[in-house]
């Protein structure tokens, strides 16, 4: 909550300097509205990425489940022909890069001052392995045979962010601002599944309904971050963005931590 409130002391200190800079610079145009599309990647922490690793303190219905259900037996015995058991999870779970796409448009009161929003999708990625031990006598060792079982999820990610850009620096071309904007996340798991003999199993939070009560929720956040602008034409140009994020993310009633997450964005604007 301290958190949330500093970020919010900050953001109207930085929107007053906004309207104090629009107010020295009278002989300015009145605002200029622009647009543009958001092309870059998006790189989750990992706080929430635990969630597939399919372990039985996050899920009853995850790889113990699957590997024990009566109907799964046969194959799984006539595959690892041996005893098995589950050796470990991932060790590490976390996400991979991600391709993040939107659109941006503000409004630009004077050359060192702006006002935008960014409306972002990005899918997250999971892909890791859990260890199988098969106690195989064939082996001649006390030690069983393991196998790395692939463990894969998908994850669709949305932010909302509202912010201003302060200028530090303009020249007939470039310009370099640093930004500082509030934001509203939602996100929600979309697949979470294991491979085995190139046949996908699929885990659920809710085996009684699992098609429809998938993780997710709404978090809420902020950032700050360092952009620089290059002008192509009069009306076109290019921006490329650093942006780190503080928030909230609300996977389910037991994960929702807070976190920083980071951006890297190009855009391309039209005014």
């Not at 509205?33 to 990992?46: D, M, V």
């Not at 491979?195 to 950032?223: A, R």
């Not at 996977?251 to 005014?271: A, K, S």
Request: proline residues 4%.
């Amino acid at each position: 909550m301290k958190l949330s409130i500093a970020f919010i002391l900050v953001f109207f200190s930085g929107f007053n300097t906004l309207l104090l800079a629009q107010e020295e610079n009278e002989e300015e145009k009145s605002s200029t509205f622009f647009g543009g599309i958001n092309l870059g990647s998006y790189f989750a922490n990992s706080n929430t990425a635990v969630i597939y690793t399919g372990g039985s303190d996050i899920t009853p219905y995850g790889i113990h489940y699957i590997l024990t259900l009566p109907q799964n037996q046969a194959t799984f015995n006539n595959y690892f022909k041996h005893p098995y058991y589950i050796q470990n999870l991932p060790l590490t779970p976390s996400y991979k890069a991600a391709l993040d796409v939107g659109l941006h448009a503000g409004a630009h009161f004077s050359k060192l001052n702006t006002i935008f929003l960014d409306i972002d999708i990005a899918k997250l990625k999971f892909e890791q392995a859990f260890t199988i031990a098969i106690e195989d006598p064939s082996n001649q060792s006390p030690e069983p045979t393991y196998e790395q079982i692939p463990i894969l999820g998908e994850e669709k990610r949305f932010n909302f962010n509202f912010g201003t850009q302060i200028g530090f620096y303009d020249t007939e071309k470039t310009a370099m601002y640093w930004s500082v904007f509030g934001n509203f996340n939602a996100v929600r798991m979309e697949r979470n599944y294991f491979v085995i003999n190139n046949t996908n199993y699929e885990l659920y939070q809710n085996v009684m309904d699992p098609l429809s009560v998938k993780p997710g929720g709404v978090g809420y956040g902020g950032g700050t971050g360092l952009g620089f602008k290059y002008k192509l034409t009069t009306s076109i140009i290019l921006d490329f963005t650093y942006n780190l994020y503080y928030t909230k993310t609300n996977m389910t009633e037991d994960i929702h931590p807070f976190g920083i997450h980071h951006g890297i964005v190009m855009r391309v604007l039209w005014y």
